[in-house]
C-alpha cells in the first residue's frame, strides 16, 4: 500500500513564526498535494506538484509557498504563520499513469496563537 | 463554477441496517467520481471510485451509483457497522483537479 506521512500530527506555533510542514510518499508519485480542511468547507487545495522541481498554485496559495527538491517529498512553507491559518493540513500523492485517485497522509493540525 | 453538495450533514443508521449516503453535482462534463472515508484523526481513505461511463460499481460491501442525468452520485454500504461510523465525502475531476464536498458524518447505532 502507498503510505504517505505526514512528519507531525500535532503542531502549536506563533504567530508571524515560519512553518515548515513536511510529507514523504514512498510509492515514487509524480503528483503531491497540499490541501487544508476547515469544518464546513471540506479540502481546498493550497499548491500541488506534477514532478520534481515543479510547482502549481491551488485555490488558496496566499500565504503559503512550496518545495518539491525530490520526488517523494513536498513541503509546505508559512512564510510568516497567522491566526487564520490554523487548520488541518493534508498532504496527498497521486500516480498519474493508473488513475486519478489521491492517498492521503494522516494530517497536521495546526494551530497558530 | 463548478460545485459539489451533499444532501445530508448529519445520517444515523442502527447496526445492521443500510445505508445510503448521497451527493450532488454541478459540473456535467466531470468524467470521474471518487468517494473517501475519513475517521476521526485521520486522512481520509479511499472507499470507491466510478468513471462517466458506468452507472454503477461495487465493492467489498459498497456500491456506488451514478445517475448522470440528474447529476447525482450515492454510496451505499450494506450491513453497517460500528467501523464505518466516519465523515464520508465524495470528490468529481473535472478539468484536472478533484472538487470535494464537504462531507457527511455517519453515526452507527447498536
Known amino acids: 500500500d502507498v503510505k504517505v506521512t505526514q512528519s507531525s500530527r500535532y503542531l502549536v506555533k506563533r504567530t508571524g513564526e515560519k512553518v515548515f510542514l513536511e510529507c514523504v510518499q514512498d510509492?515514487?508519485?509524480?503528483?503531491m498535494f497540499w490541501y487544508r480542511q476547515d469544518p464546513g468547507l471540506g479540502l481546498r487545495l493550497i499548491y500541488f506538484s506534477y514532478d520534481v522541481k515543479m510547482k502549481e498554485k491551488g485555490d488558496i496559495p496566499e500565504g503559503y509557498s512550496v518545495s518539491r527538491e525530490k520526488k517523494e517529498r513536498f513541503s509546505l512553507i508559512l512564510e510568516s504563520a497567522s491566526t487564520n491559518q490554523t487548520s488541518m493540513y493534508l498532504c496527498a500523492s497521486r500516480d498519474p499513469s493508473t488513475n486519478e485517485k489521491l492517498f492521503f497522509g494522516s494530517g497536521t493540525q495546526l494551530s497558530v496563537l | 463554477g463548478e460545485s459539489v453538495g451533499l444532501h445530508l450533514p448529519t445520517l444515523s443508521v442502527q447496526e445492521g441496517d443500510n445505508s445510503i449516503i448521497n451527493c450532488a453535482y454541478s459540473?456535467?462534463?466531470?468524467?470521474?467520481f471518487i468517494w473517501y472515508k475519513q475517521e476521526s484523526g485521520k486522512g481520509p481513505q479511499f472507499i470507491i471510485d466510478i468513471r462517466s461511463n458506468m452507472d454503477k460499481r461495487q465493492g467489498q460491501r459498497v456500491t456506488v451509483l451514478l445517475n448522470k442525468t440528474v447529476k447525482h452520485l450515492s454510496l451505499q454500504i450494506a450491513a453497517t457497522q460500528p467501523g464505518d461510523s466516519a465523515v464520508y465525502f465524495c470528490?468529481?475531476?473535472?478539468?484536472?483537479?478533484?472538487?470535494f464536498g464537504t462531507g457527511t458524518r455517519l453515526q452507527v447505532f447498536p
Open positions: 470528490a468529481e475531476k473535472g478539468t484536472d483537479k478533484l472538487i
Open positions: 459540473n456535467s462534463a466531470s468524467d470521474y
Open positions: 510509492m515514487d508519485h509524480e503528483n
